[in-house]
């Protein structure tokens, strides 16, 4: 295969377990606030204190990029539940800004580390090798327009249903789209030998609940599934587990270009994008949502009662 190998029924049954675990824990913090206060609180404190110290260390849990991950991405998901259940904060610039800034600081996290990959070629770091090249660069300027491309956090708003759901119906389809490319990207650069788990499977769950379950919430399914992710690999050496965990990257060039180079193409398509509905409509993206007089935009609000 060009991207990866390894596929055996027991990996792919894993695979299948996992995505189904991971939309379905999503689903259950999602839905109950003693869940998410449980999950993404309780649990990390007591893990910080009794249980990460002692197991981090295999997988990539001894790179200081699998510490800063999980606990951004709890600091993600935390200020999000701020938003979602205290009503006075819902209206707050600030609070509305806050999606929108830990998410670039997400990603600036990642385009530090792929450009940190560039001069590490043959080198193994936490079990992971590492292997340099322009992909790098090209997939740290995906990252960049990724960042410049996001808009209308401040139409962010909470949905009318039991779930209360944080709904940025401006980050639309194209947008997520350019992410998951760009993020693929990262992960098979940066961590291939995991990058089918902590990068496709992930991707995979967080665009799903987007897509098939709740639209118009994928920053806050991305933050959840991410931050269970990033817990269970801080807790769990899980690349000691090959018979498991066996689909791995082919760690060839060839895929490394061609998902850096797709992920940029994109992203420019994004940007160009745009650029077009900001002259045509004269909106201010740092102001207000741009693609309100969009069907999929009209959707993401539809399916939160607002």
């Given amino acids: ?96 800004t806050y999606p929108a800034l ?13 450009l940190e990959c560039l001069p590490k070629t043959g080198q193994m770091e936490a079990g992971l090798q590492m292997i340099g090249g322009p992909w790098n660069v090209i997939n740290a300027v995906a990252g960049i327009l990724n ?8 139409g962010i708003q909470i949905g009318k249903t039991k779930s209360q759901d944080m709904v940025w119906a401006d980050q639309l389809w194209f947008w997520i789209i350019a992410y998951d490319l760009w993020n693929l990207s990262y992960c098979y650069n940066c961590i291939s030998n995991r990058s089918f788990y902590a990068g496709f499977l992930l991707l995979v769950s967080c665009t799903a609940a987007e897509f098939f379950i709740r639209r118009g919430a994928w920053l806050q399914h991305r933050a959840q599934t991410l931050a269970l992710w990033a817990m269970f690999s801080l807790t769990v050496d ?12 082919t760690q060839s060039d060839l895929p490394k270009l061609l998902l850096s180079i797709a992920a940029l193409l994109f992203n420019v398509g994004v940007l160009v994008f745009e650029v077009r509905t900001i002259r045509r409509t004269k909106r201010n993206p740092l102001k207000e949502a741009i693609y309100t007089e969009l069907d999929s935009y009209k959707k993401n609000l539809e399916a939160n009662g607002l």
Avoid: C, H
């Avoid at 830990?102 to 792929?114: P, R, T």
């Avoid at 960042?147 to 401040?154: A, D, N, P, Q, V």
């Fill in 1 to 96: 295969m060009l991207f990866f190998t390894g596929y055996t029924v027991t990996s792919v049954l894993v695979f299948a377990g996992l995505t189904v675990a991971l939309v379905g824990l999503n689903e259950i913090t999602r839905r109950f606030k003693w869940a998410g206060i449980g999950m993404y609180v309780i649990l990390p404190i007591a893990a910080t204190f009794f249980i990460w110290p002692k197991t981090a260390g295999g997988n990539v849990g001894g790179t200081w990029f699998a510490w800063v991950k999980t606990y951004s991405a709890l600091a993600g998901v935390i200020g999000f539940m701020l938003l979602r259940y205290i009503p006075k904060l819902q209206k707050n610039k600030f609070m509305l």
């Fill in 147 to 154: 960042i410049i491309t996001i808009t209308g956090w401040l």
């Fill in 238 to 249: 899980y690349s000691a587990a090959e018979e498991y965990f066996a689909i791995t990257s």
């Fill in 102 to 114: 830990i998410l670039a600081v997400n990603i600036l996290e990642a385009v530090y580390a792929d």
